[in-house]
């Protein structure tokens, strides 16, 4: 079992940036995500890096925004959100291991608990 610990979550005023990371214990052979769930809405991916560093975003709102990356040799993966809006807060969630479409959250194998990210107006 693969425990991803989430940080760097927290509130923030519109316009702000906060970055999360995800600490992957052991090796960090897998494709890596963001996912996140508002209250009262479906989970919702982010963002997704390859193994080899090729990077996906989806969340139309997060396009231009947000960065994901990652340190392979500190197994770390980090997401950072610039201009941040009302609309982005929400819980925030590492996964790892994607075994095909890393945009869909049924082809991950582990998660984090989640780190909450709220962004006041």
């Known amino acids: 079992q693969v425990q991803l610990v989430e940080s760097g979550g927290g509130l923030v005023q519109a316009g702000g940036p906060l970055r999360l990371s995800c600490a992957v214990p052991?090796?960090?052979?897998?494709?890596m995500g963001w996912f996140r769930q508002a209250p009262g809405k479906e989970r919702e991916f982010v963002a997704a890096i390859r193994w080899g560093g090729g990077v996906a975003y989806g969340a139309d709102s997060a396009k231009g925004r947000f960065t994901i990356s990652r340190d392979n040799a500190k197994n770390m993966v980090y997401l950072q959100m610039n201009s941040l809006k009302p609309e982005d807060t929400a819980v925030y969630s590492c996964a790892a291991g994607a075994t095909s479409d890393s945009t869909l959250a049924r082809e991950y194998a582990y998660w984090g608990q989640g780190t909450q990210v709220t962004v006041s107006s």
């Open positions: 052991g090796s960090i052979h897998y494709d």
